[in-house]
């Protein structure tokens, strides 16, 4: 069984409001490349990967006019994918969704959120994730309330074999500054949003550790705008958010494990794995890094043969080197590169 996850810039700007695609020569949202080019590459990567279950971060808009669920089904009939039926769950305040795309004929997958809705004041026990998490982060009596932009996309999954598990899908809160005006501003907001990833991230943990107390197989996956190391102000609260979500401060059956993710928190003797790719303007260059993560229960990391994760990167991966069409397609397709893992579901 091969799931993945792979975040789609701006996949929303390459469809028309009933969902068709938009393979014309107009320029998409990716600097200097059309809509036709990067559904194209888009085609080539998805066929490429041939997975049973594709998280698809930043999917297709759903609001009055628009449907996740028709555009990315349109999308997986233009290219004859066999993950061809659509879930999605809350929708987001943005342009951009959480969708699972699937193959039905492997998979049964049903939108199953937990937790208890929240009032406007929030809760501070794991409420379901289009609610308001309350954490005091700084423990001085003041508690931050959280919300999602982007609520995580929690699935309930049966394989052909009727194996059961559990998935949910993330794209947290990003920790890059806009619209800063000098440098104690851009502090600010810097401090702001990485207390923000940061609550999110506790919010998750709440839930992987209902999970785990109740012996559920657990995948969670997608970008959460962090890798171990990725910023100073990581120091300001002791943990990345990444480490948060894997549980590293607790007993190893409490673990999340993600092998990218340990291969980060080691020591920086070179460049160690990364999943997205940057335009960095001031020093005209690409800037990369570690954000998208497939974490396993213990369980299932332990099963056998043993699970293999694979970042689909077109620099990094020698086997994708040797297939120009899929490394240039992995350049057109996104600033992110998929993630997937096989295991024996």
Not at 113 to 142: C, I, M, N, W
Not at 200 to 219: K, S, T
Request: charged share 25%; hydrophobic share 40%; proline share 6%.
């Amino acid at each position: 069984m091969r799931i993945a996850t792979y975040n789609v810039e701006w996949f929303n700007t390459l469809f028309d409001d009933q969902g068709h695609l938009l393979a014309d020569i107009q320029p998409s949202a990716r600097y200097k490349i059309s809509r036709a080019e990067q559904l194209t590459a888009l085609g080539i990567v998805f066929t490429a990967l041939d997975a049973d279950g594709i998280m698809v971060i930043e999917a297709p808009d759903t609001n009055g006019r628009r449907s996740t669920v028709t555009a990315l089904e349109s999308f997986a009939r233009h290219f004859g994918l066999r993950a061809r039926r659509t879930l999605i769950g809350f929708a987001s305040e943005t342009e951009q969704e959480i969708a699972f795309l699937y193959d039905p004929d492997r998979l049964t997958a049903r939108h199953d959120p937990q937790g208890d809705p929240s009032g406007k004041k929030g809760s501070e026990d794991a409420p379901r994730f289009d609610g308001a998490f309350r954490y005091d982060l700084d423990q001085d009596g003041v508690f931050d309330t959280i919300r999602f932009s982007k609520p995580p996309l929690e699935l309930a999954v049966e394989t052909a074999s009727g194996q059961t598990v559990r998935l949910i899908g993330v794209h947290a809160k990003s920790k890059n500054p806009h619209g800063f005006a000098g440098r104690e501003e851009f502090l600010r907001v810097s401090i702001e949003n990485r207390r923000k990833q940061l609550a999110q991230c506790l919010w998750l943990r709440q839930r992987v550790d209902a999970h785990l107390a109740a012996g559920d197989d657990l995948i969670v996956m997608g970008d959460f705008n962090d890798g171990p190391g990725l910023d100073r102000f990581e120091r300001l609260f002791g943990h990345s958010g990444i480490e948060v979500v894997l549980g590293v401060d607790g007993t190893p059956e409490s673990h999340l494990y993600d092998p990218n993710a340990i291969l980060g928190f080691g020591p920086r003797m070179g460049a160690g794995p990364t999943s997205a790719r940057f335009w960095y303007a001031p020093q005209k260059c690409y800037f990369e890094a570690l954000l998208d993560f497939i974490m396993v229960s213990s369980r299932l990391a332990g099963m056998q043969p043993a699970p293999v994760w694979r970042i689909w990167h077109p620099n990094n991966d020698p086997r994708i080197a040797t297939v120009p069409e899929l490394r240039d397609a992995l350049l057109t397709a996104s600033d992110h590169f998929p993630v997937s893992l096989d295991i024996a579901l």
